[in-house]
């Protein structure tokens, strides 16, 4: 797509209008796996490139070399396709898309551009060699620490001259090249934050953007690239927001066009913190892993700072791109709320058909008899009869076992104490299970739907002056081993009238037993 087709809307602020052509990026470094911050980073951009027509293009930022990996690339990739997010330009793309006017979209395969760009801000004097070692550098920072003062590089190395220069590379020193800031004040008007003004003096002094062994860093290739790639707007968190004075004032000195830029609150966690490791969970991974659904992790991302200025919250990804402005995202850190997350994981379950809900609960099947927590694989057709108990008990995919495990394996793990609901003792619950079975055991074979099962149990909690609900509660714990269960009718008759009968029986045993050894209540 291409600015000027689909939803582009010249009236709102943040669209293209007559503007370039919109052109957004992901860009994340293969150091770990897709962590939800950049999850919904690459949402937003994506939303917004839906929205305004333009371009969504991923780029690796790979040139750490210690600690970028194949597999965090792969699960980078990987999670990305899962929530939808599909990328117009960019790796793993066929021929042109990958290859083509703007690529490579690695930066590994993007060195030569680098040098050569770097070589020219040498030759323009905007940049220069810098001979300090590490040790010395370091010596500099504890100096001002000392005195409390904020790290800056001294620009010892800022006017060599030839004679130096020989002198240090006599010695064996290799240089890093640093990108000169020149004095004043950066000023930029981001669309979430609104204008924002920071002096060149809190840079911390002339900046490295080629380290000594010629490994081109961060800022740099970052610019190099949003301006090769003709960005037209930087969407990214606000942990970066102290980085765009630098990567304006490279902008500018290679001569190139500033994007605009839009700083996403920070995603925080509960306790109000920069959401982390090890207060939060942070990889996408593992909430595929306990059984979020695309659909649910996309709506709920979307709302991480975003609102559609109205009450609508449950959104489909082309609705939301339909909705989607920069207008309407919060400066205000967005708390992550893992209750809002699962509630809205579980309006999106209940969402699926029954067919695509047996699909995707699949692989939750296979780990629970993987983890022999079930005896068999029930077949599809099985399992769609059981789809409209358990469709909407199902927060996650992940807690299917808990829901069905009861059906699928012979022995359930009875504990005595739970067969006796609250108000009972254990001779009321004894005698209840021993009236249950009696009241069971005379609906015939032929017979046993829920109806015929509910109305003569409820009848026999009138007759003997018991709650329906402990009753049931005692029931329903004999023939599945928990207090909470799709409908005990329907759970019933799933599992068929021999096994009821049967885990009737075993639990009257047990409970008989226990009664025996700890003596009567
Ligand atoms: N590689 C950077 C990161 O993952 C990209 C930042 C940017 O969008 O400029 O944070």
Redesign the pocket.
């Known amino acids: 797509m291409r600015a000027g087709s689909g939803l582009a809307n010249p009236g709102v602020a943040d669209s293209p209008g007559d503007g370039p052509a919109v052109r957004v990026r992901i860009?994340?470094?293969p150091t770990g796996p897709l962590h939800i911050g950049?999850a919904r980073t690459a949402l937003f951009n994506y939303l917004f490139a839906r929205r305004t027509g333009g371009t969504f293009i991923l780029r690796l930022?790979d040139t750490d070399l210690e600690r970028s990996t194949p597999a965090y690339e792969k699960d980078i990739l990987e999670g990305l396709r899962w929530l939808g997010l599909g990328w117009d330009e960019g790796p793993g793309l066929p021929g042109e898309l990958d290859r083509g006017p703007y690529g490579p979209y690695r930066q590994m395969e993007r060195l030569a551009r680098y040098a050569s760009i770097s070589a020219g801000l040498l030759a323009d004097d905007k940049a220069y060699y810098c001979y300090c070692t590490a040790a010395e550098l370091d010596a500099e920072r504890k100096r001002l620490e000392a005195a409390r003062l904020a790290p800056r590089y001294s620009g010892r190395c800022a006017h060599l001259s030839a004679a130096e220069r020989a002198a240090f590379e006599a010695e064996g020193r290799r240089p890093a090249i640093r990108f000169r800031i020149e004095p004043g004040s950066v000023v930029f008007d981001d669309l979430v934050r609104g204008r924002v003004q920071i002096d060149a003096s809190a840079l911390g002094g002339d900046l490295v953007i080629v380290r000594a062994g010629g490994t081109p860093l961060?800022h740099f290739c970052?610019v190099v690239d949003d301006a090769a790639m003709k960005i037209s707007h930087?969407i990214?968190g606000e942990d970066?927001l102290s980085n765009t004075p630098k990567h304006i004032l490279l902008f500018r000195a290679l001569g190139e066009a500033e994007p605009r830029f839009a700083h996403l609150p920070l995603i925080l966690n509960p306790d109000r913190t920069k959401m982390s490791k090890r207060k939060s969970q942070t990889a996408v991974d593992d909430y595929i892993g306990e059984g979020f659904i695309r659909e649910g992790m996309v709506n709920y991302l979307a709302l991480l700072g975003w609102s559609t200025g109205s009450e609508e919250e449950i959104l489909g990804i082309d609705e939301i791109a339909a909705r989607f402005s920069l207008e309407h995202i919060q400066k205000g850190g967005a708390v992550f709320d893992r209750e809002r997350l699962e509630w809205l994981n579980g309006q999106w379950i209940r969402r699926l058909s029954p067919t695509e809900l047996v699909d995707r609960l699949r692989p939750f099947l296979q780990e629970e008899a993987d983890g022999a927590r079930i005896d068999r694989l029930p077949a599809d057709s099985e399992l769609e009869l059981l789809m409209p108990l358990v469709q909407e008990r199902l927060p996650v995919l992940g807690a299917i076992g808990d829901l069905v495990d009861f059906l699928f394996s012979e022995h359930i793990d009875l504990d005595p104490a739970q067969l006796v609901p609250k108000r009972w003792d254990r001779a009321t619950a004894l005698d209840g299970l021993g009236y249950a079975r009696v009241t069971i055991g005379e609906v015939a074979q032929a017979d046993f739907e829920p109806d015929q099962l509910e109305a003569p149990l409820r009848a026999l909690a009138e007759a003997r002056g018991w709650k329906a609900g402990d009753l049931f509660m005692t029931i329903r714990v004999a023939v599945t081993g928990r207090t909470a269960t799709p409908p005990l009718f329907q759970t019933l008759v799933a599992l068929g009238r021999e096994r009821v009968l049967g885990r009737l029986d075993s639990a009257i045993v047990l409970l008989a037993a226990g009664a025996r050894e700890g003596g009567q209540e």
Do not use: G, K, Q
């Open positions: 860009a994340p470094s950049t930022e961060y970052v930087v990214r970066h």
